[in-house]
């Protein structure tokens, strides 16, 4: 018997839950009014500034939590594109997630966003906000299996330390703020010092460190630890270097760390890693779009070639993605490299929100991790975050 929720204000917000390598993605069907704009790009800009509150609603608690991932399906101008997407979490707006690309493209052929799916592959163009995403879906016998999606453009941005600022690709360098072309960065770090790092870029800026670097294991470390010093470094490099894309600047940003097990030349065997990316926000995956970014530093490095097969592992779950370079390309000055990275995701439910009006706590609320008062308080101090003030006699608790 299909139960009937009783009086609520608003329209319902219908989704899809998947999850790919233990990291969920929300597919919202229905439940949002028009998103305006006459590109992806403006899309999400409309989205954060006109409809953020939604975006609350559905990744923050009660109906989601602090590390929820979702996907709003808009439409392309892009006339090859099957569908483009909005993603988002629990800061804001990404530009690329690979997790929910390899998601996204088995719920299009099976949700019949794509007319005529073929066999043993059906191609999926995911029109993501950092450009055209193509996805390659299993298709047997009316059932859809495994995914690999082919990247933009992705590329090393810099590594090493920034000691020697005369390099050729140096564009500019100036006493606090590093700026962008850099081959070397090192970067100061609150409560580790001076820490060199690589930026790269697959559809997102990361930096890249070796977890030893901070007496810390992927696998075995608290991963409060790990999140500490992932964040650390984000807010180092966010203050300290100048990111530059040469399609837009809503592109150069910094999306988080990603903490490796330092195992960067070629082999057979798995290399772990954890990303920690957003609001302190934790991948259960081996991140999709991390490891295409890791897969440029790699070969742009010269520790693989052209059609190597990497195995990526996750250090939260131990769940795994494959990616390699396939092609060397250009973006704007830039080399670059095509990365394929494939995967598997999975259907976790369907689900129907609503918003009571008596609810208090309707607009979403985050339980996070107060590290300031740790001092005083056990180390699983919590912060009660209302999202919303539109309810003045709503004090959060302390």
């Given at each position: 018997?299909e139960?009937?929720?009783?009086?609520?204000?608003?329209?319902?917000?219908?989704?899809?839950?998947?999850?790919?390598?233990?990291?969920p993605?929300?597919i919202?069907?229905?439940?949002?009014?028009?998103?305006?704009?006459?590109?992806?790009?403006?899309?999400?800009r409309?989205?954060?500034?006109?409809?953020?509150?939604?975006r609350?609603?559905?990744?923050?608690?009660?109906?989601?939590?602090y590390?929820?991932?979702?996907?709003?399906?808009?439409?392309?101008?892009?006339?090859?594109?099957?569908?483009?997407?909005?993603?988002?979490?629990?800061?804001?707006?990404?530009?690329m997630?690979?997790?929910?690309v390899?998601?996204l493209?088995?719920?299009?052929?099976?949700?019949?966003?794509?007319?005529?799916?073929?066999?043993?592959e059906?191609?999926?163009?995911?029109?993501?906000?950092?450009?055209?995403?193509?996805?390659?879906?299993e298709?047997?016998?009316?059932?859809?299996?495994?995914?690999?999606?082919?990247?933009v453009?992705?590329?090393?941005?810099?590594?090493?330390?920034?000691?020697?600022?005369?390099?050729?690709?140096?564009?500019?360098?100036s006493?606090?703020?590093?700026?962008?072309?850099?081959?070397?960065?090192?970067?100061?770090?609150?409560?580790?010092?001076?820490?060199?790092?690589?930026?790269?870029?697959?559809?997102?800026?990361?930096?890249?460190v070796n977890a030893?670097?901070?007496?810390?294991d992927?696998?075995?470390?608290?991963?409060?630890?790990?999140i500490?010093?992932?964040t650390?470094?984000?807010?180092?490099?966010?203050?300290?270097?100048?990111?530059?894309?040469p399609?837009?600047?809503d592109?150069?940003?910094?999306?988080?760390?990603?903490?490796t097990?330092?195992?960067?030349?070629?082999?057979?065997?798995?290399?772990?890693?954890i990303?920690?990316f957003?609001?302190?926000?934790v991948d259960?995956?081996?991140?999709?779009?991390?490891?295409?970014?890791?897969?440029?530093?790699?070969y742009?490095k010269?520790?693989?070639?052209?059609?190597?097969?990497?195995?990526?592992?996750?250090?939260?779950?131990?769940?795994?993605?494959?990616?390699?370079?396939?092609?060397?390309?250009?973006?704007?000055?830039?080399?670059?490299?095509?990365?394929?990275?494939?995967?598997?995701a999975?259907?976790?439910?369907?689900?129907?929100?609503?918003?009571?009006?008596?609810?208090?706590?309707t607009?979403?609320?985050?339980?996070k991790y107060?590290?300031?008062?740790?001092?005083?308080?056990?180390?699983?101090?919590?912060?009660?975050?209302?999202?919303?003030d539109?309810?003045?006699?709503w004090?959060?608790?302390?």
């Amino acid at each position: 018997m299909e139960m009937q929720l009783p009086p609520h204000e608003g329209g319902e917000l219908s989704v899809v839950d998947m999850h790919t390598g233990g990291e969920p993605l929300r597919i919202i069907l229905s439940g949002y009014p028009e998103v305006k704009g006459d590109s992806v790009l403006s899309k999400r800009r409309y989205v954060r500034e006109h409809l953020d509150h939604l975006r609350r609603v559905l990744m923050y608690e009660p109906r989601g939590h602090y590390d929820m991932y979702g996907a709003l399906i808009v439409d392309s101008e892009l006339p090859e594109a099957d569908l483009a997407v909005l993603f988002m979490h629990n800061e804001g707006y990404s530009t690329m997630c690979g997790h929910a690309v390899i998601a996204l493209g088995r719920f299009a052929v099976d949700y019949k966003l794509v007319k005529e799916p073929k066999s043993p592959e059906t191609q999926v163009n995911i029109h993501c906000p950092c450009g055209l995403v193509k996805a390659f879906v299993e298709y047997s016998e009316g059932k859809t299996g495994g995914v690999r999606f082919l990247s933009v453009p992705a590329f090393a941005f810099a590594t090493g330390s920034t000691k020697d600022c005369n390099s050729s690709q140096v564009f500019e360098c100036s006493p606090g703020l590093i700026q962008y072309f850099l081959p070397d960065v090192t970067v100061l770090v609150v409560g580790f010092g001076e820490v060199t790092v690589d930026i790269s870029y697959g559809g997102a800026f990361y930096a890249f460190v070796n977890a030893q670097k901070f007496g810390l294991d992927v696998f075995k470390s608290r991963t409060r630890d790990l999140i500490d010093a992932a964040t650390a470094v984000t807010r180092a490099v966010k203050s300290q270097v100048k990111l530059h894309h040469p399609a837009s600047d809503d592109l150069a940003f910094l999306y988080g760390t990603i903490l490796t097990d330092g195992k960067d030349d070629y082999s057979p065997e798995p290399t772990a890693n954890i990303c920690v990316f957003a609001e302190a926000q934790v991948d259960r995956s081996p991140t999709g779009s991390g490891v295409t970014a890791r897969v440029a530093l790699q070969y742009h490095k010269g520790l693989i070639q052209l059609n190597q097969t990497r195995t990526f592992q996750s250090g939260a779950t131990g769940s795994q993605f494959t990616g390699k370079a396939v092609e060397e390309t250009k973006c704007g000055d830039f080399k670059a490299v095509v990365v394929e990275v494939a995967g598997r995701a999975f259907y976790t439910g369907v689900s129907r929100f609503v918003q009571e009006a008596d609810d208090k706590l309707t607009h979403g609320f985050l339980l996070k991790y107060c590290k300031e008062l740790s001092h005083w308080y056990s180390s699983t101090s919590i912060e009660l975050i209302q999202a919303s003030d539109q309810d003045p006699s709503w004090v959060p608790p302390r």
